[in-house]
């Protein structure tokens, strides 16, 4: 039998140990690992015209796109894990966008990073069902033509308000990466007349470090 030992290379001294039943202890940390310490923050925030305006999608985009995004910050690594979207009109329907006939062009989600380019996600979502099903169907309530509707979302307006985890769809554990200082965005890019609905937000949520 030959005795060894695994020590970190940091120069502490620690040492990684078998407990009694033969399991190894480990620490999970709510972050990415990083070589330095960092503390990790909750990240909270709309999808916004060019990065910086209003966070009301409802927007012409048919002749000139107009993107909506969330932009890298200048000191921290940005995680973007989920998404919540909000597409609120009276009597909506899931083969309608809100309740405007289905988009021809459709809303365009990309990633967008110095090194790959644009990784484009979807190429055109046109409905309410197509932003559902981006969602994997979550969350999923209601029956028949109630089916992921909720009621009275923005003012007396029915609404669709699917939850996109990328960790879950993509098997991304923390999600698409901004990283810091540089021009990576997340993008969802307008291709279409969407100012006929009540309401069309999205709110990206994570992590800096």
Do not use: C
Not at 32 to 51: H, I, N, T, V
Not at 78 to 96: E, G, M, Q, R
Not at 129 to 135: A, N, P
């Amino acid at each position: 039998m030959i005795k060894t030992q695994i020590i970190d290379g940091y120069g502490t001294g620690n040492k990684l140990k078998l407990e009694d039943e033969g399991q190894i202890g480990v620490v999970v940390h709510p972050h990415p690992p990083k070589a330095e310490e960092s503390a990790s923050k909750p990240f909270r925030q709309y999808f916004l015209q060019d990065g910086t305006g209003t966070n009301d999608m409802r927007v012409d985009g048919s002749t000139t796109n107009v993107e909506f995004s969330i932009l890298s910050d200048t000191n921290r690594d940005t995680y973007i894990k989920t998404l919540s979207i909000l597409i609120a009109d009276a009597s909506a329907t899931l083969n309608k966008f809100g309740n405007i006939t289905a988009l021809t062009n459709g809303v365009q989600f990309s990633w967008e990073t110095q090194d790959l380019g644009s990784v484009v996600i979807h190429e055109g979502l046109t409905s309410n069902f197509e932003f559902v099903r981006l969602g994997i169907g979550q969350p999923a309530f209601g029956d028949t033509t109630n089916a992921f509707r909720a009621n009275n979302v923005s003012g007396n307006s029915e609404g669709y308000i699917p939850t996109v985890d990328l960790s879950v769809t993509f098997g991304l554990p923390w999600g698409l990466r901004l990283r810091q200082a540089t021009t990576d965005k997340i993008v969802f890019k307008i291709r279409d007349n969407v100012t006929g609905v009540d309401a069309f937000n999205i709110i990206g949520y994570g992590i800096q470090i």
